[in-house]
């Protein structure tokens, strides 16, 4: 049979933007050349591939099945062509980075005057976390997700970074703020306020709800945020607590003047980490960027709890 491999491209793209005029845009040709490919593939195949619904097209379950060996094929086309060696001196490439506002502080922020250093030509757009993360890091839409949450190694490669702890942020007047910063809230005491929660990403996980289990239904919350940065407006001189993890709580304590005791022994602690899909895994540019995201500040146990005191 004789057949153009070219089309193969074309039908990657059309499946992963599921659109005849992004593909067209993408790839630089007419609309009416990719409506002609679209239609060859389907007589190929024979599948609609693509079938247009209220909501637009939509794939076929013929066409999911594809979408994985064909971002694979493209992917080892590009690496065979691809040249030798790399250095980000010469890199011109923006990164598409899915992360919460603590990842950008903690992991990012850090490494940013680094990264820029080596590769000025480089930029990074940060995207919000979303329910359906992997899914889109597999499209191709996000190159690296910085996490906290748990994933399935199965659908990503990661890479761990550090591991945190948990601190309580309260207001100075608070009852709690008398004794030592080091000295954890017991769990009557912590119970005993309001709180305002701190929820990531649009599936509005909260870890300190999931900690506590059924005593999560004593819990009083006057508030929940995305950005953690809005939480000193709010907390002002009321009785509410707010828990954050050590990196960002320590920030704030000394910008605004709060005070911090440390997190009740429950709450435990999380492995922060970088994850990216297997298409990109021998990608250089993304194995470099890791590389230096990896490069974290140490933030041993107590160390915000001493700078707290």
Not at 104 to 125: E, F, K, R
Not at 178 to 205: C, G, Q, R, Y
Not at 240 to 258: E, N
Request: glycine content about 6%; some cysteine; hydrophobic content about 45%.
């Amino acid at each position: 049979m004789h057949f153009d491999l070219n089309m193969l491209a074309v039908l990657a793209h059309l499946l992963r933007t599921q659109s005849v005029t992004m593909t067209a845009d993408r790839l630089g040709v007419s609309q009416p050349s990719v409506s002609r490919a679209l239609a060859r593939l389907r007589e190929l195949f024979n599948d609609p591939l693509l079938v247009r619904t209220a909501r637009g097209m939509e794939p076929t379950r013929r066409a999911e099945q594809l979408l994985e060996p064909l971002q694979q094929w493209l992917a080892s086309g590009n690496a065979l062509l691809s040249q030798p060696g790399f250095d980000p001196a010469k890199l011109t490439r923006r990164f598409r980075v899915a992360s919460t506002d603590f990842g950008v502080s903690a992991v990012l922020g850090p490494a940013l005057p680094a990264i820029h250093q080596q590769a000025p030509g480089a930029a990074i757009d940060i995207q919000p976390l979303s329910a359906d993360i992997l899914t889109r890091l597999a499209a191709g839409e996000v190159d690296l997700v910085i996490s906290g949450l748990d994933s399935d190694p199965s659908l990503a490669h990661e890479r761990y970074l550090f591991t945190e702890g948990f601190s309580c942020v309260l207001s100075p007047q608070h009852p709690l703020a008398n004794k030592p910063a080091d000295i954890p809230l017991t769990t009557e005491e912590f119970l005993a306020f309001p709180h305002i929660s701190m929820v990531v990403s649009d599936i509005e996980f909260d870890r300190i709800n999931m900690r506590l289990g059924k005593a999560a239904e004593r819990r009083r919350i006057l508030a929940r945020l995305p950005y953690f940065h809005t939480a000193p407006h709010i907390i002002g001189a009321s009785d509410a607590i707010m828990t954050l993890p050590d990196r960002s709580a320590l920030p704030l304590v000394q910008s605004h003047g709060l005070r911090c005791r440390k997190a009740p022994d429950f709450i435990g602690t999380f492995d922060y980490k970088l994850l990216w899909h297997e298409r990109a895994h021998r990608d250089p540019a993304i194995n470099w960027l890791c590389d230096m995201m990896s490069v974290t500040e140490e933030f041993g146990p107590g160390t915000v709890h001493a700078l707290c005191a």
